[in-house]
């Protein structure tokens, strides 16, 4: 049974962060792919003024392109309504039964994720590979792994995988000043995002 790393987000746009951890996993011999899932309809961003699924899945697919172990899905983009992960995981399962799922999610997703909607079913459904993020430290997130362990039965591998000070809104907020990103962006997304004039 493979293991497929799946690296869901707004993908807002996909930067070279979410490429470096998803090619530290294959690296690793963590997982075989990893499919990245760009989110429909969030309901942890409503109110959000968002580039559309097609377009941000669009950029994901220009960021991967050569890497064949690489996917891009349209998924969640493609269900109606609020996109909820447990769903997503539940559709690939369904779509896959030859493949088991690891969540790629930075901390900050750790320390919220048991708020999520139906949390224990994705608990379940898929081991957690988890990043430093937000500055929490290696011991933090041990202890917040351990809780939700012993809490849900998750299944729960903490990454020594470095963080990047590099997140999609820095690289929005540096668009809309005028600011060069093309050392933060895959150069295909970089020349896509000139060319639309994406986040004037």
């Not at 293991?3 to 993908?11: A, D, N, T, W």
């Not at 050569?66 to 779509?95: C, F, H, Q, W």
């Not at 470095?162 to 020349?191: H, N, W």
Request: glycine fraction near 8%.
């Amino acid at each position: 049974m493979a293991k497929i790393g799946i690296l869901g987000g707004s993908f807002h746009p996909i930067h070279n962060g979410h490429l470096q951890l998803g090619q530290y996993c294959l690296d690793k011999r963590i997982v075989r792919e990893v499919w990245f899932i760009p989110t429909g309809v969030s309901y942890l961003k409503a109110g959000m003024k968002m580039l559309t699924g097609e377009e941000r899945l669009h950029l994901v697919e220009l960021a991967i392109q050569g890497n064949p172990r690489m996917k891009a899905l349209d998924v969640e983009i493609k269900r109606p309504g609020n996109t909820y992960t447990v769903e997503t995981l539940e559709e690939l399962k369904k779509s896959y039964p030859e493949h088991e799922f690891c969540f790629i999610i930075g901390a900050d997703c750790l320390f919220s994720m048991e708020s999520w909607y139906r949390a224990d079913d994705i608990f379940r459904m898929a081991e957690l590979l988890v990043a430093r993020r937000d500055g929490k430290s290696y011991a933090e997130m041990q202890r917040k792994a351990r809780d939700l362990e012993e809490r849900f039965g998750a299944r729960i591998r903490i990454l020594r995988f470095e963080e990047m000070d590099i997140s999609s809104t820095q690289i929005r907020e540096r668009l809309k000043a005028g600011k060069d990103t093309s050392d933060l962006l895959p150069e295909a997304v970089f020349k896509e995002i000139k060319k639309r004039k994406f986040f004037k």
